[in-house]
Structure formats: C-alpha cells, structure tokens
C-alpha cells in the first residue's frame, strides 16, 4: 500500500493502470477511520481492481463555528486499518496541496442542499461537493463508494454526477451500527459518559417510526410530531431536524408512502449527530383495502 501525498504522485501512479484496463475505486474520507469507512473499502476491493482511500479533512465544507479544528485525525492508525483491507493506495494530500490558493471555482447542487443539513450547516453541501469533484478529477475513479448514513450527501453526489455528466458510477453503501444500534461516525469519540448512552435516541426514533408505519402511521407530520417529542424526553438531546422527505429530491412528504427515507440531526451535549433510514410501505393502492 502506498501512502502518497500529491496530485501529481497519484495521477502518475492511477493513469497507467487505468490505461491498462483496470477498473478504479475511490473511497473518499476525512480519516480517523471505522468499520463504516471499511465497510466501503471493502466493497470497492471486491468491485474493482484498483483501490485508491484519500484521506483529507476538507476544510471548504465546515462552517466557521464547526469543528475542523478538533476533528480527529490520525493517519498512521488509518494506515494500519486499510493495509490488511488490500488497499492499494492512500491519498493523503496537505491543504495547501489541495488548496494551494484561494479557491474561486466551487460545484453546486441547488435544491436538494438548503434543507436537512444544509439548513444548519450553509455551503456545507457546496465543499463536499467541490472537494468530491476535485478527487474524482485527480483520481478519474470509474467507481466511488459513499455511505448511506451520510444520505443527504450521498444524494447530492448522485445529482452532480448526473447534472454533469461525470463517469463515475455511484454507489451507496448501507450504515454499520453499533450493536445498540448507534451508527458508526468518526464524531462519536466526542461523545463523553452518559452521552454515548444518550445517543442511543437516534436509532431508538428510528426503530419507534419504523413501528408506527408498521402500524399503519402515514401522516409524515403527525409522525415527525411523534419523534420530536419522544427524542426530547432524552435530557441530553436536542433535536436539528426530523424530516420525512422523498428519497430523490429530498424534499419533505406529507404522506408516508411507497419508499420515503426518514433523517434526523440530534445533538448530544455539543456532538451533532444525524442518522437516517428508509420507511417502507408496500402496495400503498392495496391499503385498507379488503
Ligand atoms: O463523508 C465524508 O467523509 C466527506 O464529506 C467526504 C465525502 C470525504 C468529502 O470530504
């Protein structure tokens, strides 16, 4: 596994492969790694030939306020996790390798970006996507691997590669949990005593919508209703955001049907967490009737 650090090294090191047949597979991270980053690695190891992890802490997509400066970051630990993965290479650039000067040239996804997290979070969605389009310039993967946990993002993503045209396939890849449920992020080593059991709330909300809609629940507001209320009689939490929103445009449902994906951002303490999950209701036209 080589560990590069620039643009020029990876392109030299990608270009003859791909010219030589083999498919390329981009897992793009922030580091300080877990099983939901290798859970990825590993699905583009069985996919394709080459299989390229950049690691770079984008700072374009935190806002003043957030927490670039503490995010976590370790790279030897993250090499010692993907070694064993049959990783091929690590792309590990500076910020001045990225960023060498102020950057003037930004990708924007409109519409699916200013709900969800991008309410609270502005031009977040707008430094993923740029730094998602600069990787995929220097890589030129043929496939690259994002995680459902992050569904806003995943979508946005799946959107600009439309939009523009780019040749890359997409592919989400499903949330790895915890046993108790809570979905794996490299945020929660934020989270101190009694708020690693309070963060529970998330996927015990989402177990509690899955239940209602099991029950025949397809008022999205009343649902939604229903969540805030059960995720604040946790003290330790405060809701951003429970959404019931439609899988593609993201934008809110009034009624659950067919395939709609419920999101929600939760702080604990000052960790922000979000989650999300799919509600399913099949043969919506078949309800009620018999
Ligand atoms: O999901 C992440 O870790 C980041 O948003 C990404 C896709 C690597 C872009 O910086």
Known sequence: ???????????????????????????PTMG???EGHLSLVRRARQETD????????????????????????????????????????????????????????????TGLTEGLCGASRPGHFRGVTTVVTKLFNIVEPDVAYFGEKDFQQLQVVRRMVRDLNMNVEVVGVPTVR?????????????????????????YRAIQ??????AQGQRD????VEDLTAFIAREPLARVDYVAVVDPETLAPVERIEGRVRLALAVY???????????????????????
């Open 50 to 109: 080459l299989v390229v992890v950049s690691i770079f802490v984008n700072p374009l997509q935190f806002g003043p306020r957030e927490d670039y400066d503490r995010y976590p970051r370790d790279l030897d630990r993250d090499a010692a996790l993907l070694a064993p993965e049959g990783v091929d290479i690590v792309f590990a650039p500076s910020v001045e390798e990225m960023y060498p000067e102020p950057i003037r040239t930004f990708v924007e996804v």
């Open 208 to 213: 509690r919508a899955q239940e209602l809609v």
């Open 178 to 202: 915890e046993p108790d449920g809570l979905a794996l992020s490299s945020r929660n080593v934020y989270l101190r005593g009694r708020e690693r059991e309070a963060a529970r709330i998330l």
């Open 32 to 34: 300080y790694l877990h």
């Open 268 to 290: 604990i303490g000052s960790t922000r967490l979000i989650d999300n999950a799919e509600l399913a209701v099949d043969n919506p036209e078949l309800e009620g009737a018999g």
């Open 1 to 27: 596994m080589e560990i590069l650090r620039t643009i020029s090294e990876v392109k030299a090191a990608v270009r003859p492969r791909k010219r030589a047949g083999a498919r390329v597979g981009l897992v």
């Open 220 to 223: 999205a507001r009343a649902l």
